[in-house]
T-cell receptor, first 114, second 114 residues
Framework: SAVISQKPSRDICQRGTSLTIQCQVD?????MFWYRQQPGQSLTLIAT?????????ESGFVIDKFPISRPNLTFSTLTVSNMSPEDSSIYLC???????????FGPGTRLTVT | GQQLNQSPQSMFIQEGEDVSMNCTSS?????WLWYKQDPGEGPVLLIA?????ELTSNGRLTAQFGITRKDSFLNISASIPSDVGIYFC??????????????FGTGTSLTVIP
């Protein structure tokens, strides 16, 4: 498995501002993913962030709203831009291991937008 | 994106009872994964299954990869209070753009009554 940390663990932000979430892994991984989880709901994939290529966004998510950086094999950031209350959610990063057939998750960032 | 159907949606059981839950899909998967998520935490991988028909155990947990590759099952024997949480299944399939694609189930909420 892998040890994955996220910062911040939680934040309360004003409408219209942006927040950058960091994800750090204790080993080099090729595949990293960013998910959103609404309270009581399942996980929704925002984008896949493979090192050395542009992030691939899922339908309904765009780069202008959720820009992602992947500068190396142990780190990634997700920015939630121009936030609205609808962006209040838990944001999770994960990594693909074991030939990328398994995913391991970070502890999540709980975001509240007021 | 595709979402896997999990049932039951929620369960309330007495401590010591066995638990069964399942996950179904209209598509086939190469890997099935089962996760447990505690409140305020990221999902934790419990069991990974790689072959149709495979039966794998992790302590009191046993999971099976359905022979059609479209379903999977998770059993918990002799439940204890710390089994409380939300259980998610996930299916993995190749993706030409990102390498691997993961689809998550709708979740089963488990409550264990002491």
């Amino acid at each position: 498995s892998a040890v994955i940390s996220q910062k911040p663990s939680r934040d309360i932000c004003q409408r219209g501002t942006s927040l950058t979430i960091q994800c750090q892994v204790d080993s080099q991984v090729t595949m990293m993913f960013w998910y959103r989880q609404q309270p009581g709901q399942s996980l929704t994939l925002i984008a896949t962030a493979n090192q050395g290529s542009e992030a691939t966004y899922e339908s309904g998510f765009v780069i202008d709203k959720f820009p992602i950086s992947r500068p190396n094999l142990t780190f990634s950031t997700l920015t939630v831009s121009n936030m609205s209350p609808e962006d209040s959610s838990i944001y999770l990063c994960s990594v693909g291991l074991a030939g990328a057939y398994e995913q391991y998750f970070g502890p999540g960032t709980r975001l509240t937008v007021t | 994106g595709q979402q896997l159907n999990q049932s039951p949606q929620s369960m309330f059981i007495q401590e010591g009872e066995d638990v069964s839950m399942n996950c179904t899909s209209s598509s086939i998967f190469n890997t099935w994964l089962w996760y447990k998520q505690d409140p305020g935490e990221g999902p934790v991988l419990l069991i990974a299954l790689y072959k149709a028909g495979e039966l794998t155990s992790n302590g009191r947990l046993t999971a099976q990869f359905g022979i059609t590759r479209k379903d999977s099952f998770l059993n918990i024997s002799a439940s204890i209070p710390s089994d409380v949480g939300i259980y998610f299944c996930a299916g993995q399939t190749p993706n030409a753009n990102t390498g691997n694609q993961f689809y998550f189930g709708t979740g089963t909420s488990l409550t264990v009554i002491p």
